[in-house]
């Protein structure tokens, strides 16, 4: 090692009357508070531009959220999910349109619906942190242009399509079935009490998962109805809003080793291997010999399409099924404990929707099926009633126009404005569902709404609207439809009597049901149990 003379040692330090300062440090702390200026300084113009000359400026909302992206954040990772009770409060004070960020729109007005959601006629594409939040990227949900997503979407329509599901329907009913053996098994007078969010989950589970590789996991047999992956599940939706906000964070732990994973982030490893086992079912299907093992399977479409061979890739399209499995999980598992609660403590609508159900029904019906159901009046207003106060996915959905202008009137105020091209525009699942100038008592749950005014069904959004609608729209449905069905046909709600009941259990609506953040999923409020209840036979 060559050492320094003394000559070079002057250099680096100068000796004045005030004692030593290291020069290149000097230098470069003078470098770092420039950078650190011309910093603040660049972010002041930003905002001051972002609430004068800004093509959004003159949208209404608070200038803080309006001059920095950091509002948001606040909201979504300091405080856990809660932007959207925020957004709620905006539309209290500034009316149906505000801007929430420097570059989004949001509206709670359900006569808008089309126009930020349009089925065909206009290219409607998605903001990046769409893919970012979810954790894939590559999969068709977050596909952010128009284009390419009409391509990836036709690759798959086929596959969830009315006729194609219909041919599912065996799984369905044996998978009801298997969940009624079980129950029918806790007996005895005081009966068991189970954690109804989790059985609901792993039903939706073997269902979609089944549907999407011909395999699964078989929750409805575990002891435990899958709870270690479903909590695992759990954590990872929490990391959605951190996701969104540093994606780095989201690069970093989807490709981290699971052993690895698991000694950064608690209980996440078992999430992780369900992601892996994904990725080697695609290999498997792609590679069998078997020509059925493809066709039985979503990846028929995608294969056999048009698609470039980059959008056939292992990952891309392990990236597909794992959202549809992650949206089918645990959506519809949040909505059916939100109706079989609501069910519950309305009395009243168990008894008239248990009337309708088994006067559709013979006594061979032990599973009903779809057919026998799908068209009672209130039954089904039971479901919309319940998707429109819990809704399974609670994110505000975003779309962008990318080439044509919209234009708003707030009614109320006689305004007019102009969205340009490029405008990031939403709307939210739950503010729309709630909004009183439309439903009456929208808090309350009310099936009957929905008979006496069919016209309400143009401001529901549960699934979405337009040419980016949900594409698992129907099988959600249908199995949501079938599993309740078959609860209304075999137990009634207990009031001490013999015979097959459920009685809830130490569940609070506030605490346990109703959404409290939103993380993509709505998620209950810290210290929830979920829905328990009580099963006799």
Not at 85 to 93: A, L, Q, T
């Amino acid at each position: 090692m060559m050492l320094l003379d003394l000559s070079d040692l002057r250099r680096l330090i100068h000796i004045g009357s005030d004692g030593f300062s290291y020069e290149p440090l000097h230098w470069m702390w003078q470098a770092a508070s420039l950078l650190g200026i011309g910093y603040f300084i660049w972010g002041i113009g930003i905002a001051v531009y972002r609430v004068t000359l800004h093509p959004l400026a003159r949208i209404p909302g608070p200038r803080v959220a309006t001059m920095s992206y950091w509002y948001e954040i606040y909201y979504e990772v300091v405080l856990e999910g809660q932007y959207f009770k925020r957004i709620k409060n905006m539309h209290s004070e500034y009316g149906p349109i505000v801007r929430i960020n420097p570059d989004e729109v949001h509206f709670d007005d359900p006569d808008f619906i089309g126009n930020v959601y349009p089925t065909s006629g206009r290219k409607t594409n998605k903001p990046h942190w769409v893919g970012q939040r979810s954790g894939t990227p590559n999969s068709i949900v977050a596909t952010m242009d128009h284009v390419k997503h009409r391509l990836r979407r036709r690759s798959i329509n086929d596959f969830f399509s009315a006729a194609r599901i219909g041919k599912f329907e065996p799984i369905f009913k044996k998978n009801v079935q298997r969940i009624l053996q079980r129950w029918n098994k806790v007996g005895g007078s005081n009966g068991e009490v189970l954690n109804m969010h989790t059985v609901f989950q792993a039903y939706a589970s073997d269902n979609i998962t089944t549907y999407a590789f011909g395999d699964c996991f078989n929750f409805l047999d575990d002891e435990h109805w899958g709870a270690e992956y479903f909590s695992s599940q759990e954590k990872y939706f929490k990391l959605t809003h951190i996701f969104g906000s540093f994606p780095i964070i989201m690069r970093l732990v989807n490709n981290m080793p699971t052993w690895l994973l698991g000694m950064f982030i608690h209980n996440l490893s078992s999430m992780s291997e369900k992601q892996g086992w994904r990725i080697k079912k695609v290999r498997e299907i792609r590679n069998s010999p078997d020509p059925n093992a493809i066709e039985s399977t979503i990846f028929e479409g995608i294969i056999a399409s048009n698609l470039p061979d980059e959008e056939k890739t292992d990952v891309r399209m392990a990236h597909d099924a794992q959202l549809i499995v992650l949206a089918g999980e645990s959506t519809t598992g949040h909505s059916l404990c939100a109706i079989l609660f609501e069910l519950l403590s309305h009395p009243d609508d168990y008894r008239v929707a248990k009337n309708e159900i088994i006067s559709a029904l013979s006594d061979d019906d032990f599973v009903p099926s779809y057919a026998k159901i799908q068209s009672l009046p209130y039954f089904n207003a039971v479901i919309q009633e319940g998707l429109r106060l819990h809704p399974g996915v609670l994110s505000r959905m975003t779309r962008i126009s990318p080439e044509k202008t919209m234009m708003y009137t707030d009614k109320r105020r006689g305004r007019t404005y102009t969205l340009p091209a490029g405008t990031q525009a939403s709307m939210t699942t739950l503010i729309t569902h709630t909004n009183p100038a439309i439903f009456d008592d929208p808090h309350e749950f009310h099936p009957q709404r929905w008979i006496d005014n069919p016209k309400l069904n143009r401001a529901l959004i549960a699934f979405s609207r337009g040419s980016r609608n949900c594409v698992g729209q129907e099988f959600a449905h249908r199995e949501m439809a079938m599993i309740l069905a078959a609860i209304l046909r075999h137990y009634d709600i207990y009031s001490g009597q013999n015979g097959p009941t459920l009685e809830l259990y130490d569940t609070i609506r506030e605490r346990d049901i109703v959404a409290n953040s939103e993380m993509i999923i709505p998620m209950p409020a810290k210290g929830s149990y979920g829905l328990r209840v009580r099963f006799r036979v």
